[in-house]
């Protein structure tokens, strides 16, 4: 399973979460490049020493979000995850740019040397803050195929936090799942319905049984929950590693410890 062979386990994989500050033409956009990546490369070292299984990059800070993602994105965005793969040249990396910018992401992937992507709006539609999400899984496959990046893997959240799904009422999360895997997911992503928001356990345990491909948690996971969520295969982690538990603020390192320490135990 490619899961396995780039995590090195199956379950309970931790992957913590690097918000890129906001990047140059964006409103919030104030610091220079030199300065944002720097914070960026300081966060991955952070989670390194901390024992971190894997790291996600993502450019949240980029409020509000579009779908016409700019050129200038992308390249401040390889330049971010380029120099983050040279301080963890060992650790599974990925990426994801907001808002759906999901080839752009697969692009950066394959410049910067990352192991995967996180993909919104795969499978089926849905209003999200930014306006009306399509399904984007043919196209994206085919944009990997055609730029030879097919060992990027790709993560597709599903029934996404921050949206409304009631165009899609009548579809279970089973069978959104189960979709999602007929067009080639390579990992599932469940989410509660915002950042840092918990998950539902028993969507967890009932994706879990009806799909072949990892599942993971994506938001919500803390230190005194971690315990509903082992049996996900991976859990992405932002908010709870961030000082006072907010995902706009920095790392705080003995937070991951703390958290890697008492996984590490229950993995055993």
């Known amino acids: 399973m490619k899961f396995l062979d780039l995590f090195g386990r ?16 964006t409103p919030m956009g104030c610091m220079k490049m030199s300065q944002i990546t720097e914070e960026a490369c ?18 949240m800070h980029d409020v509000p979000y579009c779908f016409s993602v700019g050129p200038e994105v992308c390249a401040c965005m390889t330049a971010v995850c380029a120099a983050v793969r040279g301080v963890c040249p060992r650790l599974p990396l990925g990426v994801q740019i907001l808002s759906s910018a999901n080839q752009q992401a697969m692009a950066v992937a394959l410049a910067s040397g990352l192991d995967f992507i996180r993909a919104e709006g795969f499978v089926f539609s849905h209003v999200a803050d930014e ?32 949206s409304s799904h009631a165009l899609t009422s009548d579809v279970s999360i089973e069978e959104t799942a189960r979709s ?40 919500g996971v803390t230190f005194d929950n971690m315990e509903r969520y082992l049996d996900a ?16 603020n920095a790392v705080d390192p003995e937070l991951v410890k703390r958290f890697m320490g008492k996984i590490r135990g229950l993995r055993e």
């Open 10 to 25: 199956l379950k309970s994989v931790v992957i913590g979460m690097i918000h890129v500050k906001a990047l140059p033409g």
């Open 42 to 59: 300081r966060e991955a070292e952070m989670y390194r020493e901390a024992g971190i299984d894997g790291l996600i990059i993502e450019n």
């Open 131 to 162: 306006g009306l999400l399509n399904a984007c899984a043919g196209d994206l496959l085919r944009y990997r195929k055609q730029i030879g990046a097919e060992r990027v893997q790709i993560f597709t959240d599903i029934k996404k936090k921050h």
């Open 180 to 219: 999602a895997e007929f067009f080639l997911s390579d990992g599932l992503i469940i989410t509660g319905v915002a950042t840092g928001a918990q998950a539902d356990p028993q969507e967890l345990r009932e994706v879990s049984q009806c799909v072949k491909i990892p599942v993971l948690i994506g938001s």
């Open 233 to 248: 295969n991976g859990m992405i982690i932002g908010s709870h590693f961030k000082e006072g538990g907010h995902w706009a």
